[in-house]
T-cell receptor, first 113, second 113 residues
Framework: GAGVSQTPSNKVTEKGKYVELRCDPISGHTALYWYRQSLGQGPEFLIYFQGTGAADDSGLPNDRFFAVRPEGSVSTLKIQRTERGDSAVYLC???????????FGPGTRLTVT | DAKTTQPPSMDCAEGRAANLPCNHSTISGNEYVYWYRQIHSQGPQYIIHGLKNNETNEMASLIITEDRKSSTLILPHATLRDTAVYYCIVRVAREGGSEKLVFGKGTKLTVNP
């Protein structure tokens, strides 16, 4: 079956612009996670959804970052007024329930110039 | 949150067993040890997890010490495709059920021909 997919695979934007990153989880997975990975570092947790609601958004670095999952499936990570420090690979993962292993997508590489 | 300590890098000859150590001396009684790996330019991939008993699946074996303060991931016959960064993670459980993964820097395993 299809795995987690993320679009776009690469995104280049100018400082100050708004971007949206999309995640399509594995069908039927209720839990969805966003992580961010900077060069040479392990992934860093951003936000976790259980169904439609954000159960834990403690990893979002500031109020420029926001994520939604309106129908409990596809999720969008939104970044306002992008900064060069936002450049990273943004990873999405899904899980059939919160206790099981997480399945990761290939990530979106965001470059802010 | 329990932290893990891993060597930054290791080498292994193709066809030999790769033994990757991890220290997690502050692990709590109900926390699991998870292993993920990340091949270059891909999202992390689940390998195996365990609580206190040794575990084996088609990918690897996990040996957890009796005091649970350390573990070893064993790839019995390493291939060139096993070259990756391997992450040892203690599963964090928060009120509300967020099972986020807390990644360190992992061990960069290089399998040599």
């Amino acid at each position: 079956g299809a795995g987690v997919s993320q679009t776009p695979s690469n995104k280049v934007t100018e400082k100050g612009k708004y971007v949206e990153l999309r995640c399509d989880p594995i069908s039927g997975h209720t839990a969805l996670y966003w992580y961010r990975q900077s060069l040479g570092q392990g992934p860093e947790f951003l936000i976790y959804f259980q169904g439609t609601g954000a159960a834990d958004d403690s990893g979002l670095p500031n109020d420029r970052f926001f994520a939604v999952r309106p129908e409990g499936s596809v999720s969008t990570l939104k970044i306002q007024r992008t900064e060069r420090g936002d450049s990273a690979v943004y990873l999405c993962a899904s899980s059939p329930d919160r206790a099981n292993e997480q399945y990761f997508g290939p990530g979106t590489r965001l470059t802010v110039t | 949150d329990a932290k893990t300590t891993q060597p930054p890098s290791m080498d292994c000859a193709e066809g030999r067993a790769a033994n990757l150590p991890c220290n997690h001396s502050t692990i709590s009684g109900n926390e699991y040890v998870y292993w993920y790996r990340q091949i270059h330019s891909q999202g992390p991939q689940y390998i195996i997890h365990g609580l206190k008993n040794n575990e084996t699946n088609e990918m690897a074996s996990l040996i957890i010490t009796e005091d649970r303060k350390s573990s070893t991931l064993i790839l019995p016959h390493a291939t060139l495709r096993d070259t990756a960064v391997y992450y040892c993670i203690v599963r964090v459980a928060r009120e509300g059920g967020s099972e986020k993964l807390v990644f360190g820097k992992g061990t960069k395993l290089t399998v040599n021909p």
